[in-house]
């Protein structure tokens, strides 16, 4: 796979005792199939690169439909207890605290989305968010700077 947005993450295989670890575009294919959505470039990139395992995220064996059905039922849980709805179709690519924090793109924001960050609170800390409760932020322009981003914290 020719690589176009992620060269910094090809360029960095291992960060820390992280090393990245690919899966082929078969698996991703597959991944594509269970997730009923093309993926955007920039994350089939990811996904090649380190969608076994990666310094990026730091999920493991995240090629794993298990673990995504998992995730995407614990998300989805936490969304549901909180009472928020997100409107459009979204993959979530990290997470923390069994859901109640996740970064995700849209399908529908180009091959390069943005990254969004959802948190049951974010409105305790954010004073743009309204309220105590939960809420959305973009954190990222482009997957391309999240992942740079990510790799230069892990980095530290």
Not at 89 to 115: K, R, T
């Amino acid at each position: 796979m020719d690589i176009q947005y992620l060269k910094v993450m090809k360029n960095n295989p291992l960060v820390g005792e992280e090393e990245n670890e690919g899966i082929t575009k078969q698996q991703i294919t597959e991944m594509e199939a269970f997730a009923n959505h093309k993926f955007p470039d920039a994350y089939r990139e990811f996904l090649y690169l380190g969608g076994h395992n990666n310094n990026v995220t730091q999920f493991s064996d995240s090629s794993s439909y298990l673990f995504y059905q998992k995730l995407r039922k614990s998300v989805n849980l936490v969304l549901q207890e909180d009472d928020f709805k997100i409107e459009k179709d979204f993959w979530v690519v990290a997470a923390l605290d069994g859901g109640q924090q996740f970064d995700f793109f849209f399908y529908d924001e180009g091959e390069n989305p943005p990254i969004y960050y959802y948190c049951s609170y974010l409105g305790e800390f954010d004073d743009n968010i309204s309220g105590e409760g939960p809420g959305i932020k973009k954190i990222s322009d482009s997957f391309t700077k999240y992942v740079e981003k990510r790799i230069k914290a892990n980095k530290s």
